[in-house]
C-alpha cells in the first residue's frame, strides 16, 4: 500500500487552488474545472467540487465541515513562511503561531479559506532532523 493523496471538496475549487499554490508555492495541475491536483514528491494534494462528490457516493462529502484532519506540510523555513502567508490575503485565521513542539518539529498552524487545519512544519531538532531526511 502506498499513501497517495488526500482530496478536498470545496465549493470554491479555483479560490482553494489559488491559496494552496501560494502557500506551497506549488502549482496545480487541472485535470477540470471541477478538479485539481498539487503534487509534491511525497504525496498529492486534491481539490474537487462539490459536484464531484455524486460521482462516488451522493451526500457522502460536504465542503468547510473539516474538524478532525490536519492537512501537514513539510516546508524548509516555517518561520519565512508564516512571514510570506502573513503578508497575504490567502490566510485570515493563524491558529498558532510558530511554536517548537516536544517531538522537534516548529509547527505553524492555521486555517485553509474552507476553514480546514493546515500545518505547515520545519524538523529543528537533531531526532526530527534525522526522521524527515530526504
Not at 21 to 37: H, I, L, P, Q
Not at 61 to 66: D, K
Not at 121 to 130: D, L, M, N, R
Amino acid at each position: 500500500m502506498n499513501f497517495v493523496s488526500i482530496r478536498i471538496i470545496t465549493g470554491d475549487v479555483a479560490r482553494l487552488v489559488g491559496f494552496y499554490e501560494r502557500a506551497t508555492g506549488v502549482r496545480a495541475a487541472w485535470a477540470t474545472e471541477d478538479f485539481a491536483e498539487l503534487s509534491t514528491p511525497a504525496a498529492t494534494l486534491a481539490i474537487a467540487s462539490t459536484r464531484t462528490v455524486p460521482l462516488f457516493a451522493p451526500g457522502s462529502a460536504r465542503p468547510a465541515e473539516n474538524h478532525s484532519v490536519i492537512t501537514e506540510f513539510l516546508v524548509d523555513d516555517v518561520d519565512r513562511v508564516h512571514r510570506d502567508l502573513a503578508d497575504s490575503e490567502y490566510v485570515t485565521e493563524f491558529v498558532a503561531e510558530p511554536t517548537t513542539m516536544p517531538w522537534g518539529n516548529r509547527s505553524l498552524l492555521f486555517r485553509d479559506p474552507d476553514g480546514n487545519l493546515v500545518n505547515f512544519f520545519t524538523p529543528v531538532t537533531e531526532a526530527a532532523i534525522k526522521k524527515f531526511a530526504r
